[in-house]
């Protein structure tokens, strides 16, 4: 059994930073694909930032691009995300979650569709 477990949300001004993480436990018997989604109440999930186990590959949100970084640290079994330049819209309940059945780039499309495990999320509310 995968669980994973959010933490480091909270509130932080217009332009500032915050940075997310996710810790992995349990096995994952195969390749996978982890990432970041975001929800707002009302609004359908959105992939964030999502990364594929064997080859490294990560794939952003074009709204996120060049202001949010993935990076996983092995040796913890955690997954973060660094986000900086925050605007308001990035406000929002975010979800770590795991996927093993293909394209990464298809699931953060996908908003996270069919997902194998996720995250009880964590928030960030972004003020002016």
């Known amino acids: 059994q995968v669980q994973l477990a959010e933490s480091g949300g909270g509130s932080a001004q217009a332009g500032g930073s915050v940075r997310l993480s996710c810790e992995v436990t349990g096995a994952i018997n195969k390749p996978y694909c982890l990432g970041w989604f975001r929800q707002n109440p009302g609004k359908e999930r959105e992939g964030v930032a999502v990364?594929?186990?064997?080859?490294?590959?990560?794939y952003y949100a074009e709204s996120v691009k060049g202001r949010f970084t993935i990076s996983p640290d092995n040796a913890k079994n955690t997954l973060y995300l660094q986000m900086h330049s925050l605007k308001l819209e990035d406000t929002a309940m975010y979800y770590c979650?795991?996927?093993?059945?293909?394209?990464?780039?298809?699931?953060?499309?996908?908003?996270?569709?069919?997902?194998?495990?996720w995250g009880q999320g964590t928030q960030v509310t972004v003020s002016s």
């Open positions: 979650a795991t996927w093993t059945g293909g394209s990464c780039l298809k699931w953060l499309k996908e908003g996270g569709a069919h997902s194998d495990y």
């Open positions: 990364i594929f186990s064997t080859s490294g590959n990560i």
